[in-house]
């Protein structure tokens, strides 16, 4: 009679320990502690809710135009170091450099993810050289700038390149704003779309400082 009743108490745990894993399975409520005992059925069930996967066509635009947007605006930042740019134009340089590249390094993470093409390329000037021709993927997106007006604004320096910088970046944050609102319309990844929100709510800001410094100039 004991043995039936401690038979039937491990029966009775063992469905509870199996329910509870699904149960975390299906809400994606996996810890470090509940992952330890949860049996390997659990792992399978996590795996094919992953959240990585609730994505459509718009998100994987979005991230792969994003990618060579923001690191145009990071070459045209890290200028502003070499050319005698003025203490507020560097330091507005600098945070742009600091938000952008992690942004980069997060939507290059979801591609793979994904497994779609990460764009290359476009991380230094001599990838600016080659743009500009009609039809080039990158120059078709909004606000970014052809490879002339990219060498152009290299060969400026003191306030003149001030004043190029900040008309050539507030363009270049309109085209990212107008990307990042599409996203939101018609992407479906959620950290996709609150990256965007990110995006405009920040590019805008710098929008609104940066045409202060041009009228204050």
């Known amino acids: 009679m004991n043995t039936t009743r401690t038979v039937a108490r491990r029966t009775a745990r063992t469905g509870a320990t199996t329910a509870a894993a699904l149960v975390l399975?299906?809400?994606?409520?996996?810890?470090?502690?509940?992952?330890?005992?949860?049996?390997?059925?659990?792992?399978?069930?996590?795996r094919a809710a992953d959240p990585t996967?609730?994505?459509?066509q718009a998100d994987v635009t979005f991230a792969q135009g994003?990618?060579?947007?923001?690191?145009?605006?990071?070459?045209?930042?890290?200028?502003?170091?070499a050319h005698d740019a003025s203490p507020e134009v560097k330091a507005l340089a600098l945070r742009i450099q600091k938000a952008q590249q992690p942004e980069?390094?997060?939507?290059?993470?979801?591609?793979?993810?994904?497994g779609e093409k990460v764009?290359?390329?476009?991380?230094?000037?001599?990838d600016m050289?080659?743009?500009?021709?009609?039809?080039?993927?990158?120059?078709?997106?909004?606000?970014?700038?052809?490879?002339?007006?990219?060498?152009?604004?290299?060969?400026?320096?003191?306030?003149?390149?001030?004043t190029m910088f900040l008309t050539m970046m507030i363009e270049h944050h309109e085209g990212a704003i107008d990307?990042?609102?599409?996203?939101?319309?018609?992407?479906?990844?959620?950290?996709?779309?609150?990256?965007?929100?990110?995006?405009?709510?920040s590019q805008t800001a710098e929008i609104a400082q940066m045409r202060t410094m041009l009228t204050s100039r």
């Open 25 to 46: 399975a299906a809400t994606g409520g996996i810890t470090a502690a509940s992952a330890a005992d949860t049996p390997a059925l659990t792992t399978v069930a996590v």
């Open 53 to 56: 996967d609730d994505h459509n």
């Open 66 to 81: 994003m990618i060579p947007h923001h690191r145009q605006a990071i070459v045209m930042s890290r200028m502003a170091r």
């Open 104 to 114: 980069i390094d997060t939507m290059a993470g979801w591609l793979e993810a994904w």
């Open 119 to 126: 764009p290359r390329g476009m991380g230094a000037m001599d």
């Open 129 to 162: 050289n080659g743009m500009g021709r009609d039809g080039d993927d990158a120059t078709s997106m909004p606000g970014m700038m052809h490879g002339q007006r990219m060498r152009d604004l290299d060969g400026t320096a003191g306030r003149a390149f001030d």
């Open 179 to 201: 990307m990042a609102r599409t996203e939101q319309k018609q992407g479906s990844y959620t950290p996709a779309k609150d990256l965007a929100a990110d995006i405009i709510k």
